[in-house]
């Protein structure tokens, strides 16, 4: 998997522009680093694209020979609306019926 390099200065640029089109000073006291926090932001936020699943899963599938359905539930998880470029926050609820693997449930979030 490639790793993607985020560009901060550039981000920090793009937020600085972004305050002004709306009217706000970048400058001014409460604005004044948000354009460093924003860009700090962006790698932790968009982390998961840095992850690759087959280092995630590391193994730990395992054979079984039944069917009963494998559930985990409330698995916490945040992202970036892809259309509006907000944050968002959720939980996840993840069900399957094994095919002879099961993966280990500590590489479920």
């Not at 400058?27 to 932790?44: C, Q, S």
């Not at 395992?62 to 009963?68: K, S």
């Amino acid at each position: 998997m490639q790793k993607h390099e985020f560009d901060t200065k550039a981000i920090e640029a793009a937020i600085a522009e972004l305050l002004r089109a709306v009217g706000e000073d970048p400058d001014r006291e409460g604005l004044k680093n948000t354009p460093n926090r924003v860009a700090r932001m962006y790698p932790e936020l968009l982390a998961g694209y840095q992850t690759d699943p087959e280092k995630l899963v590391n193994k730990a599938m395992f054979t079984v020979d039944y069917d009963d359905m494998v559930i985990v539930r409330d698995i916490e998880f945040y992202s970036l609306c892809e259309h509006h470029m907000l944050p968002f926050i959720g939980r996840a609820h993840v069900a399957y019926i094994p095919n002879g693997k099961v993966i280990g449930l500590s590489k479920i979030p």
